[in-house]
């Protein structure tokens, strides 16, 4: 084998590993990367998703309602500051949506703090009262 | 002889000439296949990291259900946001089935799409507006949006007669203006036409547009009485 032979042997040799070093980089690598990249988003929603969850299932709210004044008093009786969003106020003659900053004096209750309000619509009678958080928790008072 | 060597040196640098043509050949060959194969890969990891995320982080609760027996009506309350507050739009479709009457209505198969869905029921989605005196009241119908294209599973696999077996072969639009607006993302479900001496399974699931199709990333079972 002639000496010029051997060299583009060689060269088709270097060639072949380029080629095989370029797929390498090309197509395995970047793939890793976007796996990796896709498994740590997974992981900072989990972290988002679990502590929306733990933050959800410490509030605890008291609802009552006074029938001779028409007031309804609300406790927080949970470990952790919620904020009211809605009042939701069932009788005979339907359901009633009502937002909070128009009802209650203090829309944000931290643990332990009660908060006693008349509704501005006077409503009936009520069967259902239900007061919603802004972490979508309902709690309700039935007289 | 010199003239024969010459010949024989030419047909080797010939061969070895072919030969790397060959292995370049291949190897771009091969790069291609695993390129494709690679991006499809990356692709279908990416779609699917965004479904598990949107699942994780995808908020509808529902706040407050009730029936009405004498209308035959079924009020759905939902809150629609997402718990980073990160606002998006929210695309959802509607299943409902009679569960008396369609012994595949099991919530134990409902992540895909089952035979048997009423059509003598109507359903609209109202979104709210709130009055001076601070009272949520429905405001208007989302309209539906016929779905055109193919929907697919959390796995990535798509469902086949989706459209036959979703109310109005539609999906709703809730827009991140209306979720992050001043009434937080409260939509109503009525469900009217239904027989409500009968048990009723009704199914929200949760899509995402990527790219031109629509994938399902969540499903909420509700069920009534």
């Known amino acids: ?143 | 002889m010199t003239h024969k060597l010459k010949v024989r040196g030419q047909a080797n640098v010939l061969t070895t000439l072919i030969v790397s043509a060959a292995v370049i050949a291949i190897g771009l060959g091969i790069w291609a296949y695993v390129n494709s194969i690679s991006a499809q890969q990356s692709l279908q990891a990416q779609i699917r990291g965004v479904l598990t995320e949107e699942a994780l982080r995808d908020k509808l609760t529902i706040v407050h259900m009730y029936a009405n027996q004498s209308t035959n009506t079924i009020y759905i309350y939902m809150v629609v946001g997402f718990i980073t507050g990160n606002l998006r739009d929210y695309y959802f479709t509607i299943r409902v089935y009679n569960v008396s009457a369609n012994p595949y209505a099991n919530p134990r198969y409902i992540y895909m799409a089952l035979p048997g869905n009423e059509t003598h029921y109507n359903c609209t989605v109202w979104t709210f507006s709130i009055t001076g005196s601070g009272e949520y009241v429905p405001q208007a119908n989302i309209t539906p949006i016929a779905i055109t294209t193919t929907v697919y599973d959390e796995n990535l696999n798509p469902i086949p007669n989706y459209t036959a077996y979703v109310y109005n072969a539609s999906y709703y639009l809730i827009p991140s203006t209306y979720i992050g607006g001043e009434t937080g993302g409260l939509i109503l479900l009525e469900i009217t036409g239904l027989n409500l001496s009968y048990k009723y399974m009704i199914v929200i699931d949760s899509l995402l547009p990527i790219g031109t199709n629509l994938y399902r990333y969540k499903y909420y079972v509700i069920t009534y009485p």
């Open chain 1, 1 to 143: 084998m002639s000496s010029r032979t051997r060299k583009r042997k060689l060269q088709a040799h270097v060639i072949g590993a380029l080629i095989a070093f370029a797929i390498a980089v090309t197509t395995i690598v970047p793939l890793i990367i976007i796996n990796i990249q896709v498994i740590n988003r997974g992981y900072n929603a989990l972290d988002i998703a679990r502590m929306h969850h733990e933050e959800r299932m410490l509030e605890a709210i008291k609802v009552t309602y006074n029938e001779t004044y028409k007031t309804i008093n609300i406790t927080n009786i949970g470990g952790i500051t919620v904020r009211i969003i809605r009042i939701w106020i069932k009788n005979n003659t339907g359901l009633y949506i009502l937002d909070a900053s128009h009802i209650l004096n203090d829309v944000e209750l931290t643990p332990g703090e009660s908060t006693t309000n008349k509704p501005s619509k006077p409503i009936p009678e009520p069967e259902l009262i239900g007061v919603e958080t802004s972490r979508a928790n309902i709690f309700y008072y039935s007289p």
